[in-house]
């Protein structure tokens, strides 16, 4: 008889992210139908989709609603397994889930959201995420560092949680981040629009412009840099979140040097990886650091922050190199290495392609995946790879 799977994410962006995923369990045997909110202005591509007005902060009675609705909806379906991520549709989905009386309830964790928050919220976050784990049949931990935090922390045990593998959400698609895939003639392209020369020394970032993505230290590396080194170059990608805003300083560092480049959001970042001598990833804090792990397939090694999740990306001192975190002076430091040893970064970028080979390739991690969904609900082998965490 064919399993049903109802997978949850808060918004609908997030259900893009997981689109691939779930066609690869429907090809599995598994019929998947995805909740999320609604975002009239995106297309899903075929996935089974169902709306629940899920609110990223907390608003306690719509919170409610969208709880009755969920659990009606659990009910009605009467699923065998359900499966949430992101923090709010996580909550709610285990209440649900419970309430529903769903075997099988598995909070895939990708990122500790209170590890960077004060105060109160502080307070509120470590209580929801303690009833998410609690409520939860299976809690998976996207990398060891993750887990290792969240026991520590003791917010769930040990025997709960499960790792995919090394780890990663879905790993990533070795055919797109590839160098050798990489059209010359666009990637040159690219690199004259940016205003960019081959004799430049690129240090590159992808990934969201905010605090706890740590650009306050990487503009103020790059700026004490600068100083010493006139031929290089901060090239960042993506766009600034006023939830979580850089400091005024650097934001206006950023829009009037002329010596950093700065792109918006894409889906194409395989070319701007290919621009980088190295890649700079000092955040505060992650589930588990994707663009990581793709800048190293591209043969960029990787430096990073010493923290939960991205420490787990790289192996230091062979793909890349880890810094102390919050340490601005130290990511400086790390960064100049790199400039005047450039046989050792050739090398780091060649074994960090091997790195991502060998353990995030996004069909290993597939097919860890499908053995722990076909695991659930049978008897637990603790002796199973994808169940160490």
């Known amino acids: 008889m064919q399993k049903t799977i109802i997978q949850g994410v808060t918004s609908s962006l997030s259900a893009l992210f997981i689109h691939d995923q779930v066609r690869f369990l429907e090809q599995n045997g598994y019929q998947v139908e995805v909740v999320c909110n609604n975002d009239s202005t995106r297309v899903y591509d075929g996935l089974n989709m169902t709306h629940i007005p899920f609110e990223r902060e907390i608003s306690l009675y719509r919170d409610v609603r969208s709880l009755i609705t969920l659990t009606k909806h659990l009910r009605q379906k009467d699923p065998d397994i359900v499966i949430f991520s992101t923090p709010k549709a996580s909550l709610l989905g285990m209440i ?10 598995v909070y895939a964790q990708w990122g500790l959201r209170l590890e960077t928050v004060k105060g109160f919220k502080k307070i509120i976050l470590h209580s929801t995420e303690k009833m998410t784990c609690m409520l939860s049949t299976h809690v998976i931990a996207v990398s060891e560092s993750l887990a290792d935090e969240m026991v520590s922390r003791k ?39 940016c205003g960019l020369g081959s004799d430049e020394f690129i240090i590159g970032y992808v990934g969201r412009l905010t605090k706890d993505k740590g650009i ?37 560092i950023i829009e009037d040097d002329l010596r950093i480049i700065h792109q918006p959001y894409t889906t194409s970042p395989e070319y701007y ?10 955040t505060y804090r992650e589930g588990f650091g994707t663009v990581s792990v793709e800048a190293q397939a591209m043969h960029v090694p990787v430096i990073t922050f010493d923290s939960t999740g991205a420490r787990d990306t790289i192996i230091d001192g062979k793909t890349g190199l880890r810094v102390v975190t919050n340490d601005a002076d130290g990511l400086a430091d790390a960064i100049r290495r790199m ?23 996004r069909r290993i991690i597939r097919e860890h995946v499908l053995a722990f969904y076909n695991m659930l609900g049978e008897e637990d082998d603790p002796d199973a790879d994808y169940l160490r965490a």
């Open 339 to 361: 400039i005047e040893y450039p046989l050792m970064r050739h090398r780091m970028g060649r074994s960090a392609r091997e790195f991502v080979e060998a353990y995030f390739d």
């Open 155 to 193: 917010l769930v045990s040990r025997e709960k949680i499960v790792r995919i593998g090394r780890g990663s959400v879905d790993g990533i698609d070795l055919d797109v981040f590839n160098p050798e895939a990489i059209d010359q003639e666009m990637l040159e392209a690219r690199m004259k629009e």
């Open 216 to 252: 306050n230290e990487l503009v103020e590396a790059f700026s004490k840099l600068a100083v010493t080194y006139s031929h290089i170059r901060l090239l960042l990608v993506g766009d600034f979140e006023e939830a979580d805003p850089v400091d005024r300083k650097n934001q206006t």
């Open 96 to 105: 649900a889930g419970y309430m529903a009386g769903t075997n099988t309830r």
């Open 273 to 282: 990886y290919s621009m980088m001598d190295v890649f700079a990833f000092p």
